[in-house]
C-alpha cells in the first residue's frame, strides 16, 4: 500500500489488525472518595482481547457516549445514527482498530459518576481529569502513552487535564470550545441562551448504563440509583451564568468569581507550562470559532490548527475527520513519523459551497496579503430611511452633518445567528446597508470590525451587526456577526492575547447607561470568517437589536434608535480583504 498522509486522508502508515473490542467498565475513585465512571474497550483478534500494553484515547464527558458505545442508543432510547452528531463512536472504533484502547468516562455529576458539580469546568473537574488520565496511564493494558479528543463541553475538559500536566497526556485533539468562558459564551455583555445540555433533569442519568459488575447486575443498577441521586445538588449552568452579568460577578450558588474560576484563560501559564501536543479545530459557522483563534494565538504548545465550513453540532462533510485523528495520535502516541508536523500549521477551507469549497495551508492566522478596506453607511436609493435593500454601502464616507437613520425596535426576528443561514426575517425587520453589485470577485478572511455610532430612546440595548452575502436574485446568505451591548461599550486592555481586537471587559465598573438621545460610539468585532463574494454579488450589513436564541434587553414598549452616518459620526464597517 502507498504511503499517503496529508489532512483527512491518511494511508499505509499503520494497519488496522484488529476485529473489534471488549469492553470494561469500572468506577474509579478520586482524591476525595468521589467515584468516576469510566468504561475502556481494548482491541481483539477473534473476541480476544489484546494483552500487550497499547496506548490509550479517551474523552471526559457529561454526555451519553458510554451508553451509545455500549448499547448503539443513547440515553433517552433514540438509536444512534453515524453522523447525526460528530461521529465519535466510528471514530474510536478506528482507533482500536489500529492498535488504541479507546475509553470514556463520566463527569461527576453526570451519568453514572457519584458527586455533583459546583460549576462546570471547574477545578475540582479539572483535577479529576488529571486522576483519570494518571490512571488510564498506569494500567497494565497501557502503555503509558494518553491523547484525548472532543468538541464543545468535552473540548474544554481537555484543556482542564493540560491545567495539571496529567502523566502520559501526550495530545489533545480539541474542537470547538472556549477559552475565555465569558467572552465565548456572553460576548460584548449579552449572554447567550445556548448549552445548557449539563443542565438536564438530573433523574434522566438513569436512562445510561449502569457500570458493569459481570457477576452481579443488580449491584450495578443500585449503584447508578446512589450515583444519580447525588446530581440533584448540582448546580445549573445557565443559572449560574444568567446570574452573573459582569465579568468580575460573584456566583452565590458556586461561591467563586464564576467567570474567572471556568475559564482557561485565567490558566493560561498551566496550560503552556503542559507536555502535550495539540490539535485544534473549528468552523467557519461554529459559535465559538473566535475562541479557537485565541486558544491558537494564546497556547504556545506545539500545535496545529484545522478550519472548516462547519457549524458546531454537525457532522464535518468534505473531510475525514476520524482519518486525521488517527494520523495525530500515530505520530504523538505511537512516534510514527508521518510528517504531520512538518506541513505548515493552519489548514483552512474557503468555507463556501461544497462545490466551491478549496483547502489551504498557511502560516499563520490572519492570512498574510489582507488590506484593510472601509465602506461607510450612507442614504438609500430613496434617501429615505433604510428598509430591505435600501440604505447603501458605499466605499467614501459620508461629507454632510446630521445625518441618521431612525428604527424602531422590532424584537419577534426568527432568526439566530448560530446556524441559520437564512437572511429574510431578520433584513425585513431590521436596518440594512448594501453595496451595489461587485464588479470583481472579494475574498475576505479574518476579523471585520464595525465601527458605528448609535442614540436610543432608552437607557440600554442590544446590538447586532450581521455580515451578508446577497446574490444576483437578491437571495441573502449570513456569514458572520457581531454583537455588542451598548452599556458595555468601554473598550480596555485584555488580559490574554486578543488579536488586537477591541475588547470589552464587562466589569461592573464598566458598565455605563445611555443618556436617551446622545450619539454613543460602539466598536464592534465580528467573528472570524473567510469568504469569497463573488463577482455581481452585494454585500450587505444589517442590523437588529434582537436576535432569537439570545438573551436581550426587552422593553414593554420598544426604543427607537437612530443609527448616525454622517461626517461627524461616521459608521463603517472594515472588511480584511485578501489581494
Known sequence: MNKVSKPGIYNGYSEAVYDGWKRFSEYVTMRDGVRIAVDYYRPTKNGVAEEKPLPVVWIFTPYDYRTVFATGRFSDGREYTPYSEEDTLGQAKLLAAHGYVFAAAEVRGTGASFGFRQSVNSEIEAWDGYEICKWLASQSWSNGNVGTFGYSYYGATQLEMMRKNPPGLKGAFIGMTDIDKYDGWVRGGSLRAFGTQPDAAYMLAMNNIPVSDEKNDEKGKDLLEKAVMQHRFSTKQGENMRACPYRDSWCEETDTNLWQNISNTSYLKEINNSDTLVYLYGGWRDVFRRDTIMMYRNMTNAKKMLFGPWHHMDYR?????????????????????????????????????????????????????????????????????????????????PETENMKDDYKVIYDIKENLDNDLETTDRDEKGVTYTTAPLEEDMKVAGHPLMDMWIS???????????????????????????????????????????????????????????????????????????????????????????CNKIFFLQEENAPIVSIYRDSVHTSYIRLPVVK
Not at 359 to 365: C, L, Q, V
Open 456 to 546: 436610543s430612546t432608552a437607557d440600554d440595548g442590544d446590538f447586532f451587526v450581521f455580515l451578508e452575502d446577497i446574490d444576483e436574485k437578491g437571495n441573502g446568505t449570513y456569514i458572520t456577526d457581531g454583537k455588542l451591548r451598548a452599556s458595555f461599550r468601554t473598550v480596555t486592555a485584555p488580559y490574554y492575547d486578543f488579536g488586537g481586537l477591541p475588547w470589552h471587559r464587562c466589569n461592573k465598573e464598566d458598565e455605563h447607561k445611555l443618556i436617551p438621545g446622545k450619539p454613543y460610539r460602539l466598536e464592534i468585532d465580528l467573528m472570524p470568517m473567510l469568504h469569497l463574494f463573488r463577482k455581481g454579488h452585494r454585500i450587505r450589513i444589517t442590523v437588529t437589536c434582537a
Open 317 to 397: 462533510p468534505g473531510f475525514d475527520m476520524a482519518a486525521e485523528k488517527l494520523r495525530f495520535f500515530d505520530y504523538c502516541l505511537k512516534g510514527i513519523e508521518n510528517g504531520i508536523m512538518d506541513e505548515p500549521p493552519i489548514y483552512y477551507s474557503t468555507g463556501g459551497t461544497k462545490e466551491e469549497n478549496e483547502w489551504n495551508f498557511a502560516y499563520t492566522w490572519p492570512l498574510p496579503g489582507t488590506e484593510n478596506i472601509s465602506m461607510f453607511f450612507s442614504e438609500g436609493k430613496s434617501g429615505s430611511a433604510p428598509s430591505f435593500n435600501d440604505g447603501m454601502l458605499t466605499l467614501y464616507p
